[in-house]
């Protein structure tokens, strides 16, 4: 969510209203640091009430992220005013989201006939968008959340672990199988260096660590300051970490539609303003 926070405070800036719908626990928070329009529908109404509440907006512009149809593929069906969709397209097991949707790849379809292209896409995927004739917009640079504009105070007591040892801090809003692994990864490292410490940036709901452990937004605040940071390979870690790319250690991690080990793999090949460019390709289309 915070990649499409990071387009509509772009859009913002030239005056676009936008509201997002967001089935993500951090909504509200979102909405507290952003000001953004930010509506929270949970998972189980998410089918059946996004189309409604966007088709009583009146919505002039509908931007799918990441699923051509939606990720439960509530949009399949929808084809009033075709031309007003764009699908923001990320790396995606395509065939596996299409299975769980319940849909064929339709060819023809209103929603994939625009393609904001938000990274190198897997061969498979970029196939389909190309052989439906889509109008493909590529990205220049990633899509990053821009943290330097919320200024937000660090926690006092991880300001000093900063500013005094080597600090390895570790960043997820996963699993707490997946932040331990993250932290064995920044222990493995300390150990090797034989210096340093790991801190950790989770959610409240990953429960206690075996090291100092902090709920902040946006962590972006934190690197800057940090030794080596330690994160999954997913779409918002890599823009962020773009501007310390040699402090960045990243573990990819299996996920049902994200491809993260495909996206650590390739080349990002340029550093654009991602949210920038995005937001005037959209505002272009309205």
């Known amino acids: 969510m915070v990649r499409a926070c990071a387009v509509c405070l772009e859009l913002a800036k030239q005056g676009i209203a936008t509201r997002i719908f967001s089935n993500s626990r951090f909504s509200t928070d979102l909405r507290r640091v952003t000001g953004l329009d930010i509506a929270y529908i949970p998972s189980g109404n998410w089918v059946g009430q996004v189309p409604v509440v966007a088709e009583t907006l009146r919505a002039d512009l509908v931007v799918l992220d990441a699923f051509p149809w939606g990720i439960r593929g509530e949009w399949e069906d929808y084809h009033a005013n075709p031309s007003r969709f764009v699908t923001m397209a990320r790396r995606l097991h395509v065939d596996a ?3 769980a949707a319940g849909i064929r790849w339709d060819y023809s379809a209103p929603q994939i006939s625009r393609i904001i292209v938000a990274e190198p896409l897997n061969p498979d995927y970029l196939q389909m968008l190309q052989d439906s004739g889509s109008e493909l917009r590529h990205l220049t640079g990633r899509i990053r959340f821009p943290a330097e504009d919320f200024p ?5 007591k991880s300001v000093k672990f ?5 600090i390895w801090v570790v960043v997820h809003t996963g699993s707490r ?6 932290l064995a990864r920044a222990r493995m490292g300390i150990e ?3 210096a340093g410490q790991a801190v950790a940036v989770v959610p409240a709901f990953v429960g ?7 709920q902040y937004f946006p962590a972006a605040h934190y690197y800057g300051l940090a030794y080596r940071v330690v994160t999954g390979a997913g779409y918002n870690s890599l823009a962020e970490m773009s501007l310390w790319p040699e402090k960045h250690v990243c573990i990819p991690f299996d996920r049902r539609y994200d491809d993260q080990a495909g996206r650590l793999s390739q080349a990002w090949p ?3 303003n991602g949210a920038e460019e995005a937001a005037s390709l959209i505002s272009g289309w309205l």
């Open 97 to 99: 989201y299409l299975e």
């Open 152 to 156: 937000v105070a660090i926690p006092r």
């Open 162 to 166: 900063l500013q005094t040892e080597r």
């Open 177 to 182: 199988g997946e932040t331990d692994q993250l």
């Open 192 to 194: 090797s260096e034989d």
């Open 208 to 214: 206690p660590l075996r090291c100092p452990t902090f």
């Open 270 to 272: 340029g550093s654009g």
